[in-house]
Each structure stands twice: as structure tokens, then as C-alpha cells.
């Protein structure tokens, strides 16, 4: 069982608008750790999608952004494209500076 | 362009230890934190554990009594050793750089499949 709570999976058609939920608590997300978003398509390594909150790395398309706030974040995708298809992870730090990950929310664009 | 990627056995016996080392190309190992990540297959991602440059560790405490994880910085590799194995264990194990809690793992290799068995 993951310490951030994620949906195991959400849909759209495309160029539609999905959020994806990452749900931590007070000694987490909750504290003054960041949240990191990562996509990873099948067969590959994860990548860094969005980082500080809301930040998006070099390369990253605009259609991607994130938030945070109190003890939960959020991932939006806007546009959704077929190539968005993909797991993606969110992930922050404890009190005691260990990593912890959400489950992962599959995204299939129908 | 600052690449990583993992070396090791892809099949090991249960109750033996795993030996990993991961090679960092294009940057020096300094002054990030670099580490190990693994996933099951068809599940989701598992932090193992990181090391600072300077050699101090923190490891997942579910994990914590099996693992070391060591940096060499004049082969600019760090590494992870992880004991007592079982078929649990089994999983793709990715190496990864964290240059500080706000800026996310943002170089991954590219991961080594793992297979625990007899």
C-alpha cells in the first residue's frame, strides 16, 4: 500500500481535460515537501514530468501543470493526445526525508 | 548530456545478496543524491534508498535491515548491495538523480531487470 493516494486510473477522449489526484498527509505532502510528477510509458523508465509542484523540466509541453495544496496535489493534462497515454506517479518526501511514491494512475485516451 | 546505467547479474538465488552499481557519464557525482528505485513487475515504483555524494544514506525502512547502498566518487559510480533476497524481490531496478528535495528525480538509467530464483 502506497503512502500517497492516487486513482488506479482516469480517461478521456482527446483534447479533453483529465486531473489525476495525489492525496498524502500532514508528515508528507502535508509538511513542506514539494510533489514531483513522473510519466512512464511502458517498457521505459520513468520521467520527470513536473517537479516542485509545478514546475515543468525543459522539453515539457505546456499542456501538462500542477498544484498543490494542503496535504494533496494535482496533475492536469489539458488537450489530451494519444501519446499522453502512459502511467504517471506522483512523489514527495517524509518527515524522516524518505521517498514516498503514489500507486501510479493509468491514463488511456479513449 | 549526463547519462546513468546500471550493471549487475539479471538472476540471482533467494537468500543471496544482489550487487548493483550504477555509472554516472557526463557530470561529476558531486554534489547531488543518487538513487535506487525499483519496480515489481505490473506494479508500481518503490524507493529503495539514496546516498549524498558525500556518503551519507537514508534507506526505506521496510528495506533498511537488507540494504547498503556506497559511493565511489573516483569511478564516479555509486552502488547497492541488497541481502537475504527472495522472489519478492524481483523487480526492475532503476538507478536516479536527485539534485535536492525540490527538484525531483531528474536523470534515470534505464533500469535492469532482477529475476530472483532458484
Known amino acids: 500500500q502506497s503512502v500517497l493516494t492516487q486513482p488506479p486510473s ?16 500532514s508528515s508528507n505532502i502535508g509538511a513542506i515537501y514539494d510533489v514531483h510528477w513522473y510519466q512512464q510509458v511502458p517498457g521505459t523508465a520513468p520521467k520527470l514530468l513536473i ?8 522539453g515539457v509541453p505546456d499542456r501538462f501543470s500542477g498544484s498543490k495544496s494542503g ?35 493509468k491514463v488511456t485516451v479513449l | 548530456q549526463v547519462q546513468l546505467q546500471e550493471s549487475g547479474p539479471g538472476l540471482v538465488k533467494p537468500s543471496e545478496t544482489l550487487s548493483l552499481t550504477c555509472t554516472v557519464s557526463g557530470d561529476s557525482i558531486s554534489p547531488y543524491y543518487w538513487t535506487w528505485i525499483r ?18 544514506t537514508n534507506y ?12 565511489d566518487t573516483s569511478k564516479n559510480q555509486f552502488s547497492l548491495k541488497l541481502s537475504s533476497l ?16 525540490a527538484d525531483g528525480f531528474d536523470i534515470w538509467g534505464q533500469g535492469t531487470m532482477v529475476t530472483v530464483s532458484s
Do not use: H
Not at chain 1, 51 to 58: A, D, E, I, L, V
Open chain 1, 71 to 105: 496535504t494533496s496535489a494535482s496533475l492536469a493534462i489539458s488537450g489530451l493526445q494519444a501519446e499522453d497515454e502512459a502511467d504517471y506517479y506522483c512523489q514527495s518526501y517524509d518527515n524522516s526525508l524518505s521517498v514516498v511514491f503514489g500507486g501510479g494512475t
Open chain 1, 51 to 58: 517537479y516542485g509542484n509545478s514546475n515543468r523540466p525543459s
Open chain 2, 60 to 71: 526505506n525502512p521496510s528495506l533498511k535491515s537488507r540494504v547498503t547502498i556506497s559511493v
Open chain 2, 39 to 56: 519496480q515489481p513487475p505490473g506494479k508500481g515504483l518503490e524507493w529503495i534508498g539514496y546516498i549524498y555524494y558525500s556518503g551519507s
Open chain 1, 10 to 25: 482516469v480517461s478521456g477522449a482527446p483534447g479533453q481535460r483529465v486531473t489525476i489526484s495525489c492525496t498524502g498527509s
Open chain 2, 86 to 101: 527472495t522472489t519478492a524481490d524481483t523487480a526492475v531496478y532503476y538507478c536516479a538523480r536527485d539534485r535536492s528535495y
